[in-house]
């Protein structure tokens, strides 16, 4: 796994793998807001961790590649914007998320899957018979 | 031709049959992961039955081949065609014809079995990595959140898989509660359900009106969920469990009192539904003896299903 789930155990303990470098480099390109160089971003993040300015230049011509960041030439170097805002993001997984099974095509389990009313109303019975039951 | 129509057979009658004693069988999610491989195995069953079939077909046409050809070619050399040499010719260009249908369906199938399987995916990678990157870590879980008002808790197969959790979802949970969600999404990537779900689902999208296989998918999710449930449970116990679905299932949180202790059993109503199907379950005190007479049941039903499509071939071949 090249996830957070042992990155984010040890805050600052460094980078594990790729993924999680072009989350943090999201991260901070997101709380600019304006466009920024690898420069910037890499003195930035070299105050924080050990990291290489080649490994911040490939992070970031990764993310373009994948659509996440757009770039427009100053001068020698890039400057770097995010395409779409976090909340456009988180807006859209929701909505592929949310979409009835048979809308979307990613495998996702849901903890509990999405409810017609009637479904609804008969979970918000059950909960209101534990919860008259036994007054805390 | 015998083992090739007992075989097809076979298939066709676990096909269209099987599915309504399954899901009466599997309904209440006794032995969850139980009934979850008795649904596979009559799958897997129909499909190496057909493919089994398939083949013997082919054997009956290279098998017969020589004979025929040769009287054929006996006749057309005598000048008289006997009727018996007709008959015969008919017969293989037949089974011949029957043997290539057989075969274009399969491709058929085939391609639309990838052609979902293949775009699910995708899709799951591209949501998985999309989540990682738009979402926030959750301190020391592995799972990253989404702000949304909405509360939602999930997992996406990718590369790594990633278990989602919106921000509504953490606002009604408390500590166990979250660890309980935790566990069941846990579970699911650990029993490797999303890929239960994808070639089940791929299934479905392969056979177009099969019962088995357009209700199996379903059945399969429905039980995939409760086997993580049970994970749940035994890491968090039920009530935690049930505390942790009706607050994300009602959006409210729920105080641990209100289920700490067994609910008297019936009265929810609920079976019919999936989500209170699994909140009704849970707080269903276990019945020993019934409980392990569904175990063995079921676990007979799997056996047979499974070694049926070999024994078959191999008596009738």
Redesign the interface.
Known sequence: ?????Q???G?GAGVRGF?EL??VV?DRVWERGGPVTVRELFDELRAERAIAYTTVMSTMDNLHR?G?LARDKDGKAYRYTAVAS??E??????R???AG?GD??????????Q?DG???R???A??D???R??P? | MRPALALAGYAAAVAWGAPPPLALLTRRGVCARTGLAAWLAAMAGVLAAAVLAIQSLFRTVAADWPSLTRALCRSVAGGACSPAVYRGALYEGGVAALAALATAAAAAALWRYGR?TQ???A??R??A???????R??????A?V???P????????G??A?I?L?SGALAVLDPPQLAA?LA??RA?LAHR??LL??VT?GLAAAFPGVPLFTRGAAEV?RL??MA?DDAAARVSGRPTVVA???A???G?A??A?????P?PHGG???AA????AR??RMLRPPRPVSDTAFGLALAAVLTVLAAAPSLLAAFTG
């Open positions: 796994m090249r996830g957070r789930d990155g984010s155990t805050e993924g072009e989350a999201m994948k996440w976090r909340e993001y988180s807006a859209r997984l929701m592929e998320a949310m099974a979307t095509e990613a495998v996702l389990s849901h903890f509990v899957a409810m009637c479904q609804a008969t979970l918000r059950v909960l018979r534990l919860t039951d036994r805390s | 979902r775009r699910a995916r899709r799951s591209a949501h990595e999309a989540a990682f990157l738009a979402g870590a959750l301190p020391g879980t592995g990253v989404l702000d949304d909405r509360p939602a808790a999930y997992c996406v197969a590369r790594p990633a989602v919106t969600v069941h999404e699911h359900h999303h779900a994808m689902r999710a995939a969920e993580a942790a679905l009706l994300i299932g009602t409210t729920v105080p009192a209100a289920v700490a202790a609910v929810l109503a609920a539904y999936a989500v209170p909140v009704e």
